[in-house]
């Protein structure tokens, strides 16, 4: 099983690339979340990796068909 | 990978970049409220703070949302590197404050790395 993590880079000019690896589904939200919240302005650049978007067993999506969210 | 966010250098917690800007030689002044502040020529930024660093002709200003207004005009080049070296010391700490938080109420594990590039990493183990 791959190790989930947060890579958090702090680039030399002061700018901050918060990166999740090893997470499925929606959960690498919840992880980053903390940091995430130290910069309510936002980023305006958020890209989502295939694997976010892959269905897990503990995610309830009604109205989909089983197995399958966001 | 599951996503990747980036956020541009901002200042939200005035203490904390006070201390950090101090450090680097600078000068650092609160607002009761907004207030104008001159850049260069007739150029105004309204900001709640403004600090100015060593070598710097004109000083940076934070805005209400933490913003950052700044003209580097007339200053040596290589004065740049100091507000990069503050935004990243800033950085740097205001992190690492909230993954030791973290790490108090979840089972994670981090260590920072200083990369050759500059850069510094935070790797949060889960």
């Known amino acids: 099983m791959e190790q989930k993590k947060v890579l958090v880079t702090i680039a030399r000019d002061g700018s901050v690339k918060v990166e999740a690896e090893g997470f499925h589904g929606k959960s690498c939200e919840e992880a980053t979340a903390f940091i995430e919240r130290l910069f309510p302005n936002g980023s305006g650049n958020k890209t989502y990796k295939p694997e976010y978007y892959e269905a897990v067993n503990d995610e309830v999506c009604p109205g989909l068909p089983n197995g399958y969210c966001g | ?126």
């Open chain 2, 1 to 126: 990978m599951s996503h990747n966010s980036t956020f541009p250098a901002s200042i939200l917690e005035i203490d904390l970049a006070k201390r950090i800007i101090e450090q680097h030689g600078g000068t650092f002044e609160l607002y009761d409220k907004v207030t104008p502040v001159t850049l260069y020529g007739e150029n105004t930024a309204q900001g709640i703070a403004k600090f100015h660093l060593p070598g710097w002709r004109y000083p940076c200003v934070i805005t209400q949302k933490g913003e950052l207004i700044y003209d580097h005009f007339g200053s040596r080049a290589e004065t740049m590197d100091t507000l990069r070296s503050v935004m990243q010391t800033y950085n740097d700490e205001l992190i690492m404050g909230a993954v030791a938080q973290q790490a108090q109420n979840e089972n994670i594990h981090y260590y920072r790395e200083e990369m050759p590039n500059g850069d510094i990493q935070l790797v949060i183990n889960y």
